[in-house]
């Protein structure tokens, strides 16, 4: 009797070759492997992010404005303080020239002091801190977080403990969120764009520290996946499908204030998909206006802290920031900024692509290079292996991504830069994660009429690099700190 290899059953095969699925077979045991080896504070800008989350988790929502001081955050546990500052001031003295393997390589550099803060317990002598950089952000984009905390300030648990939770009920909205997102695009081959995109080093890493950038990727995935269905569809939109969209349109809103210029993304879904005229003017015409609405309130109340984004500055140059100057300095002298602006984009591109791929904390422990490579690579791969649109909607796509691109660089140059400044700092190649999808699918379905790619067992080819690549990341990263 012949005897063969057994044949992998249909079932199996067809749960592995889903991409939903294999996101969270790739994604969980990395980021609990994050959770467990990233210090406590040691993400970037964590130390204030943290705060704001205990805030909330205490019955606050915005960080408290003392406009005469100048001084915008709140009370926060002792404890708590003292263990991220700690987290703050270690991570920022990493000997970062070195490489990750370098056995003289120890980031962590005292290992016990910082043991002991974490097990001191979360409820101390409150302390007053400033946090005010995240007073732009929505208390909705750290709502997860606040839930762990909170659980934890009830449980009487560590600040080590607090914060592990914390994480772990952000990272799992961000997780959550992706997978919904995956699980729409199922049917279409752009699923491996969202696949390899939400897998980035610095995705996951992100995912694992407390900021407001995990839930607002997560929020802006799950509405571009909805719109993006919607357009490849051939059917009517479902109820579902319909408060899918208006949930995720509004969700949108409370994201950080770049990405709110992807709610022009309703307006390319066809008319043949909405069930009625009038639904269509409720979904593309009345749902617009809700979330204009909601994005301006949120706004009005984030304008309030564009000063707090330079507390830390000296004072002789926190007077030259302002983001009503820098606005009037760009009217008057349009030429001079798109000089700015090119010169910045031609110094810091490759800065940008690290980020974008795998730069990770304070320490800036950077993704190996060769997986470095092949993220990229795959990445580009999975933009070629995109479904075809109508070029109207590739050109929407496209211009979306340029313009939230200008808008996190426009932002940043008001709040974190004296006015006429010659060079635009404080941007960073992870905030334009979100960017890469419409970008990527924009690029790639224009691409498609010259270069015709379609990748079989996509689930092979997309899924065992995005393996090596996040694990050698998880590596380097505890090689580097422990």
Known sequence: MRQGIKKIPPSVKAWVSDSANLFLLISVPAIMAFLVIIPTSWGLDEQMHTARVYQIADGGMYPDANQEEKRYGGVVSGNLIDAIYNGWLVSNEAERGMQFYDQARVDLSNKE????????????????FEFGPTGPYAPVLY???AVGMKMAMIADLSVGGAVFLARFMQAATYVSLVFMALRLLSRYRLQWLFFVVALLPASLYQAATLNADAVTNGFVMLFVAVVLMLCLQRTKMTKFQTWLLAGSSLALMFTKPSFAIFLVLLWIVPAARFVSKKRRLLLQLALPILCVVVFTVISIKGLSYSAASHVYFPAALAEQISLSGQIMYVLQHPIEFIVVFLKTVVMNSGEWHKSLIGLMGYNRVVTPYPMFLLASFVALLAVLNVDRFPRKILWSLLGVGIISILSIMFLLYGTFNKVGEVIIAGVQGRYFIPCILVLGVGIGGLLSGFIKVKVV???VVFALPSIV????????YYMAVF
Do not use: M
């Not at 002091?113 to 007053?128: C, F, M, R, S, V």
């Not at 690549?469 to 380097?476: K, L, P």
């Open 113 to 128: 002091h910082t043991a002991q803060l974490d097990n001191l317990p979360i409820e101390g002598e409150k302390e007053y």
């Open 143 to 145: 709502l997860p977080a």
């Open 457 to 459: 067992r996509p689930y």
């Open 469 to 476: 690549v996040v694990y050698s990341a998880v590596v380097a």
